[in-house]
């Protein structure tokens, strides 16, 4: 889910209040770049082949986690750098067999194992969402890696996928592709984990740089995905040295109402699942 141009989708009827909701004024914030008070911006992910060792992981939420074990490396880039105290997402891709291994608030143990809230191993193979009413590394369900904006597909001029982007305050309902929510809010104004907005095709991205048009044009045509808690109208992207954070800035031109939402299917609610 993800990859699917949204063209020919209806705009959802109640679209005006929900982005309301989230703010029509306020800008899109890059939530990714170089550096900020000495840790990397944004969330990083690592490379791993099939010889990579896997490391047992021991879970706060075991009952909506994949066991383990998982290829960690030891020195797997964690959000935040090593010291952090916020999410702590790693990200592990295993090329070999198209594997994705994701844990949230992951801290390394001295035996070389790790202790996580969370965490979600997926195939990328298959579009096969998790069990409804099942958290992953992300409060939605997603999976967190496939919606980063990356440095490597912005400089070869074009992004092939839906994007990550957070609101403050959610519904206590999720869409598919999501499979979880994180709220007990129940007002039917606040959007569901899993919702999808679109940049409008009438908003003229002309004037931005190319590698800012890039992500501008994905934003049309593949939307973006709400998968967490966090900052309204925040963007998730990879950390990359090659960024330019001035460059980045110009996306909080983008206002809040320049985006719609994409027509909603079942919306899930306590009693559903």
């Not at 964690?78 to 090329?95: F, N, Y």
């Not at 001295?110 to 809230?117: K, P």
């Not at 800012?212 to 966090?230: E, H, R, S």
């Amino acid at each position: 889910p993800g990859k699917r141009g949204l063209s020919g989708a209806d705009a959802d009827r109640n679209s005006s209040a929900l982005i309301a909701s989230i703010g029509t004024t306020r800008g899109l914030h890059p939530d990714f770049g170089t550096v900020w008070e000495g840790a990397p911006i944004g969330i990083p992910y690592v490379v791993v082949d099939k010889g990579q060792p896997l490391v047992g992981v021991v879970f706060d939420y075991d009952d909506e986690s994949d066991p383990g074990p998982y290829p960690v490396p030891p020195d797997a880039p964690i959000e935040g750098g090593p010291s952090a105290d916020g999410d702590r997402h790693i990200l592990v891709l295993r090329t070999s067999d198209c594997k994705l291994f994701e844990l949230y608030a992951a801290y390394q143990q001295n035996d070389g194992s790790w202790e996580a809230g969370s965490g979600a191993i997926y195939d990328l193979s298959s579009n096969v969402l998790r069990p409804d009413g099942w958290t992953s590394a992300d409060a939605a369900g997603l999976p967190i890696f496939p919606g980063l904006v990356r440095y490597d597909e912005v400089d070869a001029g074009e992004i092939r996928h839906a994007l990550r982007f957070t609101a403050s305050t959610t519904r206590q309902a999720f869409i598919h592709p999501a499979t979880h929510w994180a709220s007990s809010n129940t007002d039917s104004n606040r959007p569901p984990m899993g919702m999808r907005v679109r940049l409008k095709a009438s908003f003229d991205v002309s004037g931005f740089s190319p590698r800012v048009q890039v992500i501008l044009t994905a934003m049309k045509k593949y939307g973006m995905f709400l998968a967490d808690n966090g900052s309204n109208w925040y963007v998730s992207g990879a950390p990359d040295s090659r960024w330019d954070d001035e460059e980045l800035s110009a996306l909080g031109q983008v206002k809040g109402g320049d985006f719609e939402v994409v027509k909603m299917g079942k919306v899930y609610k306590p009693g559903d699942i």
